[in-house]
């Protein structure tokens, strides 16, 4: 365990569905973050919050919905999603909003979209 | 703008053989320089990390030098074990011009794949 929990590890859903990913850490840290990790394709920072205060948002479509209620848990909603959107998404969380320090991920969430 | 370059995968070595995985970076600033490692079914893990040049970070048998004038950070292990089998991902860390003083943006190479082979 890194300090930073996923649920759940697995999820297949249908394109007309709705789910969400929970991200959950106790470590104190300020700033929580999401990726998205494709095959053969770089790391994709999705999300940040800091403080729980949404600070960036690279570009994701709609269909993506994150939620910060508090510096320890973030949720990532889904709806309507595209079979290209099948993927492992990371939480990650540092001590501060984009320090120097590293981040600290969770194991991720497999997510297959059919 | 910032990036990472790692040398392509996948690497597969034998056990007990000297592992080498290149990269380079190029940023604006004066960086930190990072190692994270995935296992199989897992999320990332910070590897070793160093923050200014010359340093050298080590941790389970790996190390990296931070080199300036090379602009790299090469990971290195003498004897390399069926349980290293993972993806090696390069990553810097810098002053971030997009996202408001103070705070730093981390950056990817597209990761490594090591197998290791009894």
């Known amino acids: 365990e890194t300090g930073v929990t996923q649920t759940p590890r697995h999820l297949v859903m249908g394109m007309t569905n709705k789910k969400s990913l929970k991200c959950e850490q106790h470590?104190?840290?300020?700033?929580m973050y999401w990726y998205k990790q494709s095959a053969k394709k770089p790391l994709e920072l999705m999300f940040v919050y800091s403080l729980e205060e949404r600070v960036e948002n690279n570009s994701v479509p709609s269909r993506f919905s994150p939620e910060c209620p508090n510096s320890s848990h973030l949720f990532l909603h889904l709806h309507t999603l595209q079979p290209e959107d099948s993927a492992l998404y990371l939480c990650?969380?540092?001590?501060?909003?984009?320090?120097?320090?590293?981040?600290?991920f969770g194991s991720g969430t497999r997510l297959t979209v059919v | 703008g910032n990036s990472v370059t790692q040398m392509e995968g996948p690497v597969t070595l034998s056990e007990e053989a000297f592992l080498t995985i290149n990269c380079t970076y190029t940023a604006t600033g004066y960086p930190s320089l990072f190692w994270y490692v995935q296992y199989p079914g897992e999320g990332l893990q910070l590897l070793l990390k160093a923050t200014k040049a010359d340093d050298k970070g080590s941790n389970k048998g790996f190390e990296a030098t931070y080199r300036k004038e090379t602009t790299s950070f090469h990971l290195e292990k003498g004897s390399v074990q069926v349980s290293d089998s993972a993806v090696y991902f390069c990553?810097?860390?810098?002053?971030?011009?997009?996202?408001?003083?103070?705070?730093?943006?981390?950056?990817f190479g597209k990761g490594t794949k090591l197998s290791v082979i009894p």
């Open positions: 990650a969380s540092s001590q501060g909003y984009r320090d120097n320090y590293g981040y600290t």
């Open positions: 470590l104190g840290h300020n700033a």
């Open positions: 990553a810097l860390s810098d002053r971030s011009t997009s996202t408001g003083a103070g705070s730093y943006q981390l950056t």
